[in-house]
């Protein structure tokens, strides 16, 4: 369950975001000053954290600055008043935030941009140099495959493509996502994905027939779940 840190000092929006996030299945820890989600925010690990941009104690950018300033890379979406200048959007973005809304903000609007910057989040998150997953591990920075503990030998291209599921994990991507992201600006069909993950699978997958992490979804393209 993705946990989500709110920061805002007016209790009947910091309540209403909090109501409409908990219906979505998020976790919801609540600050009420700058401090005091300053301290939360740097104490324990959140998937996002909502931050009011005018807070008692220590405003929103101080927030935002000192929480970068530590390293923690934590998605924050701002929350900005419709009178807030421009230039205070900016420099809430120039301090390390990775979105804004304007309040006041609809449920669906504000759970479709989380949704966003979580999407992006774990999207960038594999760019490590290794991932596992079941009895599977991947080296990106020498190109290894093993399974059980043993190489597997992957074409270039179908290592580009089980790079390219999993660096968009639980996410569902078109054939014509695949091409762009493994076929770089070559021109092909969207239906020669279709052959390399038979051969991918036959590869990584305990059972080819009834995968567990190389999904199909119907009339759209595959997902990666692990």
């Not at 990775?98 to 006041?104: Q, R, T, W």
């Not at 493509?161 to 996410?171: Q, T, W």
Request: glycine content about 6%.
């Amino acid at each position: 369950m993705d946990k989500i840190l709110i920061i805002e000092d007016d209790k009947a929006v910091l309540m209403g975001l909090r109501e409409d996030l908990e219906f979505e299945g998020y976790q919801v820890s609540c600050a009420s000053d700058g401090k005091e989600g300053l301290k939360l925010a740097l104490k324990d690990d959140f998937q996002i954290i909502i931050l009011d941009l005018i807070l008692p104690s220590l405003s929103g950018l101080e927030v935002c600055k000192k929480i970068r300033e530590t390293g923690n890379k934590t998605p924050v979406l701002m929350l900005t008043a419709a009178k807030t200048e421009e230039m205070d959007k900016v420099t809430g973005l120039e301090m390390g935030a990775d979105d804004y809304v304007i309040k006041p903000v609809g449920s669906r609007e504000l759970v479709a941009r989380i949704k966003a910057i979580l999407r992006r989040s774990e999207s960038a998150s594999p760019d490590m140099a290794f991932f596992k997953f079941g009895d599977v591990s991947v080296d990106f920075a020498s190109h290894k495959v093993k399974k059980s503990g043993k190489p597997i030998h992957l074409t270039a291209l179908e290592f580009k493509i089980l790079k390219c599921l999993i660096e968009n994990k639980g996410r569902v991507l078109s054939r014509d996502d695949i091409l762009r992201c493994a076929w770089d600006d070559a021109v092909v069909s969207p239906k020669t994905i279709d052959p390399h993950i038979v051969h991918l699978r036959k590869k990584i997958e305990t059972n080819p027939e009834s995968p567990e992490y190389i999904i199909s979804v119907r009339s759209v393209g595959y997902k990666f779940e692990g």
